[in-house]
């Protein structure tokens, strides 16, 4: 599970959002590494995003893994026990290399097809909204008329939810979209202005700014600017988005690399991963509890200009988030 995003707002304007992404791949990694619906605590996170569906030819919501509905029974069941917590269907990925919004924001016909089948779709399985996962509009095939169509998306489903809540006497379901941090990306990719205020909330993907498709060891997710980071939260406000609807990403995982030399500091020359985990199974990416296995014999660091640390054993090098690091951030943001 992956804790993705915690509202940081400015004061005066506070939230209670602890928003949580669990993946549907996670089921198979062995071992105590095994994490399915069943190993939430459902009173830890105020939001569960499910991870991942996506889109067939007919522009409707699909599954991808075999047993996804019987994980989403198992997840909506937790709002037995947990009558507050909320349930989002995160909806994207990428079919034959490409991402199927493509298709879906083409034409009013395909956008319409695709709310009223994810309104269907949410309420026969007890879901509470969902969470566009398009990474990114406008890049990666997409062409550039995609930033105004994937406004028109946001716009066109948030009616249809206020008309669908009015229609059938139900809670209005939830809108949230992941989007990214990089400022190049974001000015191409979105009408933040035109956007946001249909929004309930926008979980911000302020991690993998680094990985081990650098040459250099960096970070994966630190806190303040550097030479290579945008400050992408007060990007994201300069351009209209209201700090109560922002969520920062904390990833509950590190970026790893290969050192290949004897410098061992952040910065030091780097040639691929580091060995993947013996969970995740994943070259380039360690999960936390990896992490805690990995720092008893390792050496750890923390980069004061970002208030992250790092660690390294032998040719190892791993950026990660911590306790500190979190909290940190937390005040950092509350404080700015």
């Given at each position: 599970?992956?804790?993705?995003?915690?509202?940081?707002?400015?004061?005066p304007?506070?939230?209670?959002?602890?928003?949580?992404?669990?993946?549907?791949?996670?089921?198979?990694?062995?071992?105590?590494?095994?994490?399915?619906?069943?190993?939430?605590?459902?009173?830890?996170?105020t939001?569960?995003?499910?991870?991942?569906?996506?889109?067939?030819?007919?522009?409707?919501?699909?599954?991808?893994?075999?047993?996804?509905?019987?994980?989403?029974?198992?997840?909506?069941?937790l709002?037995?026990?947990?009558?507050?917590?909320?349930?989002?269907?995160?909806?994207?990925?990428?079919?034959?290399?490409?991402?199927?919004?493509?298709?879906?924001?083409?034409?009013?016909?395909?956008?319409?097809?695709?709310?009223?089948?994810?309104?269907?779709?949410?309420?026969?399985?007890?879901?509470?909204?969902?969470?566009?996962?398009?990474?990114?509009?406008?890049?990666?095939?997409?062409?550039?008329?995609?930033?105004?169509?994937?406004?028109?998306?946001?716009?066109?489903?948030?009616?249809?939810?206020?008309?669908?809540?009015?229609?059938?006497?139900?809670?209005?379901?939830?809108?949230?979209?992941?989007?990214?941090?990089?400022?190049?990306v974001?000015?191409?990719?979105?009408?933040?202005?035109?956007?946001?205020?249909?929004?309930?909330?926008i979980?911000?993907?302020?991690?993998d700014?680094?990985?081990?498709?650098?040459?250099?060891?960096s970070?994966?997710?630190?806190l303040?600017?550097?030479s290579?980071?945008?400050?992408?939260?007060?990007?994201?406000?300069?351009?209209?988005?209201?700090?109560?609807?922002?969520?920062?990403?904390?990833?509950?995982?590190?970026?790893?690399?290969?050192?290949?030399?004897?410098?061992?500091?952040?910065?030091a020359?780097?040639?691929?991963?580091?060995?993947?985990?013996?969970?995740?199974?994943?070259?380039?990416?360690?999960?936390?509890?990896?992490?805690?296995?990995?720092?008893?014999?390792?050496i750890?660091?923390?980069?004061?200009?970002?208030?992250?640390?790092?660690a390294?054993?032998?040719?190892?090098?791993?950026?990660?988030?911590?306790?500190?690091?979190?909290?940190?951030?937390?005040?950092?943001?509350?404080?700015?």
């Amino acid at each position: 599970m992956v804790l993705s995003s915690l509202c940081l707002c400015p004061p005066p304007v506070s939230s209670s959002k602890l928003v949580c992404h669990m993946t549907n791949w996670a089921q198979y990694r062995p071992g105590g590494g095994r994490f399915t619906p069943g190993n939430i605590d459902p009173f830890l996170c105020t939001h569960v995003i499910y991870a991942l569906a996506t889109i067939n030819s007919f522009n409707q919501i699909t599954t991808i893994e075999w047993n996804d509905e019987q994980q989403f029974a198992q997840l909506n069941a937790l709002k037995r026990i947990n009558p507050d917590l909320k349930t989002l269907l995160a909806v994207g990925g990428n079919v034959n290399g490409m991402s199927p919004f493509i298709g879906v924001v083409s034409t009013p016909q395909n956008r319409a097809a695709f709310i009223r089948s994810t309104i269907s779709y949410l309420r026969t399985h007890n879901f509470d909204g969902i969470n566009l996962a398009w990474e990114y509009p406008a890049h990666n095939g997409s062409p550039l008329d995609d930033k105004r169509r994937f406004t028109m998306l946001v716009q066109e489903m948030d009616k249809a939810f206020v008309d669908d809540a009015k229609d059938t006497r139900k809670t209005q379901l939830l809108l949230a979209a992941n989007v990214a941090s990089s400022r190049p990306v974001i000015e191409r990719a979105y009408e933040v202005n035109q956007i946001a205020s249909h929004l309930d909330f926008i979980n911000v993907m302020t991690y993998d700014y680094h990985g081990h498709w650098d040459a250099v060891t960096s970070h994966n997710s630190p806190l303040y600017r550097s030479s290579m980071d945008n400050a992408t939260i007060s990007l994201w406000l300069a351009l209209g988005a209201p700090a109560n609807k922002l969520l920062l990403g904390l990833p509950s995982y590190g970026r790893t690399f290969r050192l290949s030399t004897g410098n061992s500091g952040l910065g030091a020359p780097a040639n691929g991963p580091a060995d993947a985990g013996p969970y995740t199974r994943t070259p380039g990416f360690w999960s936390y509890y990896e992490i805690c296995s990995f720092l008893p014999g390792a050496i750890s660091a923390w980069i004061p200009d970002q208030e992250v640390p790092y660690a390294t054993y032998g040719s190892a090098w791993v950026g990660y988030d911590d306790p500190l690091s979190f909290s940190t951030k937390v005040r950092g943001l509350q404080m700015s």
